[in-house]
């Protein structure tokens, strides 16, 4: 999209629709963290399962979520500030 501004014409590479399903999959990440635990939680209970190994998937879910986390900040900071390195990498 270009905007003119008196004689200048910059070009507007931030998408709107791509920030709002950046904004909207933070609250999915969320949602689908809470409800592993959740999960874990009650396979712990219920279910025979090895102690070791529900620890480590519940540490798998964490990294996995702090990584969802980092790539929506990244991605947010690249759309708004119209660096596309930022977006691309993540």
Not at 2 to 26: E, F, H
Not at 30 to 42: N, P, S, V
Request: charged share 15%; hydrophobic share 50%.
């Amino acid at each position: 999209m270009a905007v003119d501004r008196g004689s200048k014409v910059m070009v507007v590479k931030s998408l709107l629709p791509y920030q709002i399903v950046l904004y909207l999959n933070g609250f999915y990440t969320l949602f689908y963290t809470i409800c592993e635990l959740l999960m874990f939680i009650y396979k712990g209970e219920t279910l025979p399962y090895a102690p070791s190994s529900l620890g480590v998937e519940i540490v798998i879910l964490l990294l996995t979520s702090f990584v969802e986390i980092l790539r929506l900040f990244f991605g947010k900071k690249g759309n708004l500030t119209e660096r596309p390195l930022l977006v691309a990498y993540l």
